[in-house]
C-alpha cells in the first residue's frame, strides 16, 4: 500500500519483524517509496516497514530513530547516500559498511549485512570497512582526505551515527545501506547549502540567486545532479532487489 502517516500512539508488534528506515533526503525516500513520504513523520509502507524522512544531519536522524522505536521496530537502518573519502569509490558504488566511525566504532549486524549483500546482482560495486560520522557537511577535498586520515574510513554521511547509537541504546539490530553521490575530489560548494531545505530539496529562487552571483556554477550543479542519478539508481536497485525490509533482519 502507499505511505500513510501513523498517529503517535500507534505502535506495531514486534513480532511483525517491523524494519525502520531513516533518509535524509526526499530523493532518498522516494528511493524505497514511489508515493510522497510526509516529512518528519512516520509512513508505514507495508506491514513490514516504516519510513521516516528526517532532513539532514544528526540530530534529525537521532530523533527520527527514536520516533521509530517508540512505534516498536525491530530494526534501524539508515538509508541513503554518501561522500566518498577515497579514491577507489565513485558516484553509484554501494556502501554496506562494518562500523560507523564517530570518535568510538559503532558496529552493525555483520549477518543481516551480508545477507542483504549476497542478494545483490554483481553490477553494483559494494564496499565495506568503515563509514565515518560528520557533524557538517565536508566541501572540499582537504576535509574529506583529512577524514579519511583520522578515522581511516572510505566514505562519509551525517546521519549514520546517530541512528547507530540509537539502535545501540534500544539493543536493535542496525546498517546502513549508503551509495556514493560526489567522489573525493568533489563536494557541493559551501554557498549552495542556503538553497537547500532541510529535506534536500532545492528553493528556486535561491538557486537562481546563486547562479546569477555565479557562487555556484551550473557545471557544478550538472555534475551533482549526475552524482545523484547515479546513486539513486543504485539504491532503487537495493530496494527492488531486497526490499524495503531489505530482507532478513539480524537477531
Not at 505502535?11 to 510522497?36: F, I, K, N, Q
Not at 513490514?48 to 530513530?65: D, E, I, N, P, V
Not at 542478494?119 to 572540499?140: C, M, R, W
Amino acid at each position: 500500500m502507499g505511505a500513510g502517516a501513523l498517529s503517535r500512539t500507534d505502535s506495531y508488534d514486534r513480532r511483525v519483524r517491523v524494519t525502520g528506515l531513516v533518509t535524509a533526503l526526499r530523493s532518498e525516500a522516494a528511493c524505497v517509496s514511489p508515493g510522497r513520504v510526509p516529512f518528519n513523520q512516520p509512513a508505514s509502507l507495508n506491514d513490514q516497514t516504516l519510513l521516516w524522512l528526517s532532513g539532514m544531519g544528526a540530530q534529525a536522524a537521532r530523533a527520527a530513530a527514536q520516533g521509530l522505536q517508540q512505534h516498536g521496530v525491530a530494526a534501524l537502518v539508515s538509508f541513503g547516500v554518501a561522500g566518498a573519502l577515497s579514491d577507489q569509490l565513485k558516484p553509484g558504488d554501494l556502501v554496506l559498511p562494518d562500523a560507523i566511525h564517530s570518535g568510538e566504532l559503532l558496529p552493525v549486524d555483520c549477518a543481516w549485512r551480508d545477507r542483504l549483500q549476497r542478494q545483490l546482482p554483481a553490477s553494483i560495486t559494494v564496499f565495506n570497512g568503515i563509514l565515518a560520522d560528520s557533524h557538517v557537511p565536508l566541501t572540499d577535498e582537504k576535509a574529506k582526505r583529512g577524514l579519511a586520515q583520522t578515522s581511516g574510513a572510505h566514505a562519509v554521511d551525517m546521519e549514520s551515527a546517530a541512528v547507530a547509537q540509537v539502535a545501540k541504546a534500544a539493543n536493535v539490530p542496525f546498517i546502513a545501506v549508503r551509495a556514493i553521490i560526489d567522489p573525493v575530489y568533489f563536494s557541493p560548494p559551501q554557498a549552495l547549502l542556503t538553497a537547500v531545505n532541510p529535506d534536500g530539496s532545492v528553493k528556486p529562487l535561491h538557486l537562481t540567486a546563486l547562479l546569477l552571483k555565479r557562487s555556484v556554477r551550473l557545471g557544478t550543479l550538472l555534475q551533482m545532479g549526475a552524482g545523484m542519478r547515479e546513486a539513486r539508481k543504485t539504491l532503487s536497485q537495493v530496494i527492488e532487489m531486497v526490499g524495503t525490509g531489505l530482507a532478513s533482519q539480524g537477531n
